[in-house]
């Protein structure tokens, strides 16, 4: 496929993505997607009777989040997609002057992108083995890296939806009790290990009622997408509080997240198998086929004088647990999902020390700084440090992505 808008080569928004936001632009919000560097105002598209045949509601893109538009289901957001995509083709619907002047299109760089979801609850698991047998050489017995359960089930835990922020904005360094292990007793202080965590996220597209379960099989059915995700993380706090209850004030401080959500049917090209799942799983958590992602990842540290490293490459493949088995293991006790809710990875790390998903990792706890090009050296975060994600999928002439996941940290007061 060939757009009449022009698309670099390695953009992330090409025509074989479209993907879904939320945009603001001259004080309209609405929902929209992009192409190259282009956003496509939906709300605009469909008063020009773009997407006529399809049952769609009167201004449902004319809206502060994209959940009532997920909410309709499959049978009609993927034909909605699929006209999208054949109406920005060279020849499609909207290759004429008419739309061209319709403020249908607007320069990316023009508008600002906002969260693209109300998000009611989010689950972050714990899900990549090469992240929990580090945390656990780290902090535990190294023989016995990986807790007795780890590879029986989808750890997670119920992290806070209401601090969770688009790509650019600011996140301000947290305070909260710390204890070093020459202290008696703890101190009320600013963090001094922040840390980023290299994820992934999953949005739930269907509700479920409380007592329900979703299949292990049919859970692709309940994902609607996925975001690039930054679980920020204060070390130092979690080290003190997360036993017995684990992660609270060490993590629910802020989390970033990419603006843009890419389906499954834009990722389905890129489907891999992951890892041999060492022991075998109980009945409810079996799944067939490839149920991972060849997404590749990266990350960079850029500090306030222009100084900008590559710190990780790493990959979502690499993740022990897929999403499918996260998500039936989430409900297999009648926990009820809805639309909206935000299921993220855990910190996706690799088998080599260029692709670990942490700077707790990248620096194992601060005995490896890494050197900036201007030879300071990061432990963790510095303050004025801008932490910028990026994700894309890419096979022969097909390329995808997510766009950027940024986060500046600034003082804490």
């Known amino acids: 496929m060939k757009s009449f808008i022009d698309v670099s080569k390695n953009s992330d928004f090409s025509i074989y993505n479209i993907p879904f936001g939320i945009f603001r632009y001259n004080g309209k919000t609405a929902a929209c997607t992009r192409i190259g560097d282009t956003i496509v105002d939906l709300d605009a598209c469909q008063k020009s009777h773009i997407f006529k045949g399809i049952d769609l509601p009167e201004d449902i893109f004319h809206s502060e989040n994209l959940n009532s538009f997920i909410g309709l289901g499959k049978h009609i957001t993927s034909p909605v997609r699929i006209r999208i995509q054949e109406a920005?083709?060279?020849?499609?619907?909207l290759d004429n002057d008419t739309f061209r002047n319709a403020d249908i299109f607007i320069n990316a760089d023009r508008v600002e992108m906002l969260l693209p979801l109300n998000i009611g609850d989010y689950t972050d698991f714990y899900s990549s083995k090469e992240h929990a047998t580090n945390v656990g050489m780290m902090f535990r017995d190294p023989n016995n890296a990986l807790l007795p359960n780890w590879l029986h089930i989808p750890i997670g835990y119920h992290g806070r939806a209401s601090s969770i922020v688009v790509s650019g904005t600011d996140i301000r360094r947290p305070y909260g009790q710390i204890k070093s292990p020459n202290q008696d007793n703890p101190e009320f202080s600013l963090s001094k290990e922040l840390d980023f965590e290299l994820e992934m996220a999953f949005v739930v597209g269907k509700d479920t009622a409380l007592g329900a379960?979703?299949?292990?099989?049919?859970?692709?059915?309940?994902?609607?997408?996925?975001?690039?995700?930054?679980?920020?993380?204060?070390?130092?706090i979690q080290r003190w509080e997360?036993?017995?209850?684990?992660?609270?004030?060490?993590?629910?401080?802020?989390?970033?997240?990419?603006?843009?959500?890419?389906?499954?049917?834009?990722?389905?090209?890129?489907?891999?198998?992951?890892?041999?799942?060492e022991k075998e799983v109980l009945?409810?958590?079996?799944?067939?086929?490839?149920?991972?992602?060849?997404?590749h990842l990266s990350v960079a540290l850029n500090d306030n004088k222009g100084n900008n490293k590559v710190i990780a490459q790493s990959n979502f493949k690499y993740m022990y647990w897929n999403m499918c088995q996260q998500l039936a293991h989430h409900t297999v006790n009648g926990c009820n999902v809805r639309i909206g809710d935000l299921m993220a990875s855990g910190t996706i790390s690799g088998p080599t020390q260029d692709s670990l998903g942490s700077m707790l990792e990248i620096t194992w706890k601060g005995t490896r700084p890494i050197v900036m090009p201007d030879q300071s050296e990061r432990k963790f975060i510095h303050d004025e440090d801008a932490v910028i994600m990026q994700g894309w999928?890419?096979?022969?002439?097909?390329?995808?992505?997510?766009?950027?996941?940024?986060?500046?940290?600034?003082s804490g007061l």
């Open 88 to 93: 920005l083709t060279l020849g499609g619907a």
């Open 213 to 236: 379960r979703i299949d292990v099989n049919e859970a692709e059915e309940y994902i609607f997408g996925l975001m690039l995700f930054n679980d920020w993380s204060a070390r130092d």
């Open 242 to 277: 997360y036993v017995p209850l684990g992660p609270f004030l060490g993590k629910n401080f802020g989390s970033t997240v990419s603006p843009w959500i890419v389906t499954l049917e834009a990722l389905e090209p890129f489907r891999v198998a992951g890892p041999n799942q």
């Open 283 to 295: 009945p409810y958590l079996k799944t067939e086929g490839a149920k991972n992602y060849d997404i």
């Open 393 to 410: 999928c890419e096979k022969g002439e097909i390329r995808i992505g997510f766009g950027s996941c940024e986060g500046k940290v600034i």
